[in-house]
């Protein structure tokens, strides 16, 4: 796990010649196993976790609260009763017979439905394109990145960024999709990005080259099945990759350059304050949506970045959409 991310063999540049910056591999990026909690001691929110290949960073101390309330199992151990909200969604009610059509003399308002968001909108069909007018060139974008989902609280989030016309990108674990489709279009029609994020949480570098091919395949199926959309990029679960799965699957792989420990933090100011402390411009913050408190905690982080000029993008309007099979974890502008 501990490989060096300065490999020169990883000389990742986006189309522009922009240098991207060091990989930051993490064993602690999302709930850790059993075993990694019994072996691990808690980090402390000073920033001495398992981040070497990161340049240090001064910190300034955050009061964190106690992780009492680590995870001991699995990685989505966070459930509500708002799993039972995603119900298929009533079709609609049955048209009776055809009903008389009221003389008009004057037709009603209707607008052409030019923008890509009118037409979405009305088919349903065409997904929205990235925005087009921001440019990280002249802007300063932070790209949020959210694992694990979708979840009960995804639909609130996607309430959130919509709040600020923020973008973001969602990184899917395959095997929830399926109860969680209009969340899933949804985040597709709010023009957010939508990453693979394997089928059911797998550390990728476990399996063979075939399976983690199929791994990725089958989680790609099913949100292109949803959304009419295959996700060009992935995130390997707990940042675990190598050169050999990079080869074997020839995706980008987006890391992160900001890990908020949201997973182990599960407090919303602890959270919210990480990043309004640590983010900065070129930034790929990692949160995981799944976790009440990790979305409770975005609208400040918007609110208070919005304020300092920052813009909220997709990893796509971040990197540049063109991104070779590498890993990417920030970009410095
Ligand atoms: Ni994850």
Same mark, same amino acid.
């Given at each position: 796990m501990n490989e060096r991310v300065s490999d020169r063999s990883y000389d990742w540049r986006t189309p522009a010649g922009l240098t991207l910056a060091t990989l930051m591999l993490s064993l602690n990026a999302c709930a850790p196993s059993d075993d990694y909690q019994k072996q #691990? *001691? %808690?980090?402390?929110?000073?920033? #001495? =976790?398992? $981040? #070497? &290949? %990161?340049p240090a960073v001064e910190i300034e101390p955050i009061e964190a609260p106690? *992780?009492? &309330?680590?995870? =001991?199992?699995?990685?989505?151990v966070e459930t509500s009763p708002a799993d039972t909200t995603t119900s298929p969604e009533p079709s609609p009610q049955p048209t009776e017979t055809e009903a008389p059509v009221e003389p008009s003399t004057t037709p009603a308002p209707t607008e052409d439905p030019t923008t890509p968001a009118d037409i979405n909108e009305l088919t349903g069909l065409m997904p929205p394109e990235h925005s /087009? =007018? %921001? &440019?990280c060139m002249v802007q300063k974008c932070i790209a949020l990145t959210f694992d694990d989902g979708p979840g009960p609280y995804t639909e609130d989030l996607i309430d959130h960024l919509a709040e600020y016309d923020a973008k973001a990108t969602f990184f899917l674990v395959g095997d929830r999709v399926d109860n969680y489709e209009t969340v899933v279009t949804d985040l597709r029609d709010g023009g957010h990005q939508i990453g693979n994020h394997t089928w059911d949480h797998?550390?990728? =570098? $476990?399996?063979?080259n075939q399976e983690a091919i199929d791994d990725i395949d089958q989680t790609s199926d099913e949100i292109e099945a949803v959304t009419g959309v295959r996700p060009e990029v992935m995130r390997p679960p707990y940042g675990a990759t190598n050169q050999r799965i990079v080869d074997a699957l020839g995706q980008p792989q987006i890391l992160w350059s900001? &890990?908020? /420990?949201d997973w182990l933090y599960r407090d919303s100011d602890y959270v919210s304050s990480y990043v309004l402390q640590h983010a900065s411009r070129g930034d790929i913050v990692l949160m995981h949506d799944i976790h009440k408190t990790s979305v409770d905690a975005v609208p400040e982080i918007l609110a208070e970045l919005t304020e300092q000029g920052y813009v909220f993008v997709t990893v796509d309007d971040l990197l540049g959409s063109d991104l070779e099979p590498g890993r990417y974890s920030q970009q410095e502008l």
């Open positions: #691990s *001691p %808690v980090p402390t929110p000073t920033g #001495s =976790t398992e $981040t #070497s &290949d %990161v106690s *992780p009492t &309330d680590i995870p =001991t199992e699995g990685y989505y /087009q =007018t %921001v &440019d797998d550390d990728l =570098t $476990t399996k063979t900001v &890990d908020t /420990q």
